[in-house]
Each structure stands twice: as structure tokens, then as C-alpha cells.
């Protein structure tokens, strides 16, 4: 079956950096695009960042932009998350979710939080 397991979130202090992970299995990785969503408690989730089947193709929610990288490894099945310039509002468990046409897989997510 599929699966997708983030990894690397934590505590972090404001302006710090994490590197966030999501290995995937039981799924062709290269065929599917994948997006990096959070929820911060008592929120909506929220789309952050997305990347192409190919990784050419990446965008960003304007509240991350110029902060964050979506980037992937085809032949590692892993897609990242970097994050610098951290801010305590970006406090939030972060899923990785796979999407090809109709089909959404997510994970479990990964906590990370943003405080001194």
C-alpha cells in the first residue's frame, strides 16, 4: 500500500532553519506531484508549497515565498521542504500529500515548532 512518512520537524527558534522529508513507497513517485500542506491548531489546512511529477514546476503560498524550497529526488522517492527564516505563525504539523488526477495520498505529518 502506499505510504508517506515525514520527517525532520522539531523546535525551532525564530529565524532557524529545518529540513523537512517525506519518504514515499507503494506508489510510482516520478508520476505523481507532490505538495507540502500544514495545520496550525484550530486552523484550516493550508497548501504551502507544491512540485511537478518532474520537478520542474514549483509554487508557493505568498506566506512562505522567498522562505521555503519544494524540491524532490525521483530516484530516492523523497520530497523536501526547506525552510529558513522561520517565524513563530509557521508553528503547524506539515503533511506531504501525493496527487496524481484523482488519486490523494497523505501522511501523517510532522510537527514543527517555531518559538524561542
Not at 524540491?71 to 525552510?83: G, I
Amino acid at each position: 500500500q502506499v505510504q508517506l512518512v515525514e520527517s525532520g520537524g522539531g523546535l525551532v527558534q525564530p529565524g532557524g532553519s529545518l529540513r523537512l522529508s517525506c519518504a514515499a513507497s507503494g506508489l510510482t513517485f516520478s508520476r505523481y506531484a507532490m505538495r507540502w500542506y500544514r495545520q496550525a491548531p484550530g486552523e484550516e489546512r493550508e497548501l504551502v508549497a507544491d512540485i511537478g511529477s518532474a520537478g520542474d514546476s514549483t509554487n508557493y503560498a505568498d506566506s512562505v515565498k522567498g522562505r521555503f524550497t519544494v524540491s524532490r529526488d525521483n530516484a530516492k522517492n523523497t520530497v523536501y521542504l526547506q525552510m529558513n527564516s522561520l517565524k513563530p505563525e509557521d508553528t503547524a504539523r506539515y503533511y506531504c500529500n501525493a496527487v496524481r488526477f484523482t488519486a490523494h495520498y497523505w501522511g501523517k505529518g510532522t510537527l514543527v515548532t517555531v518559538s524561542s
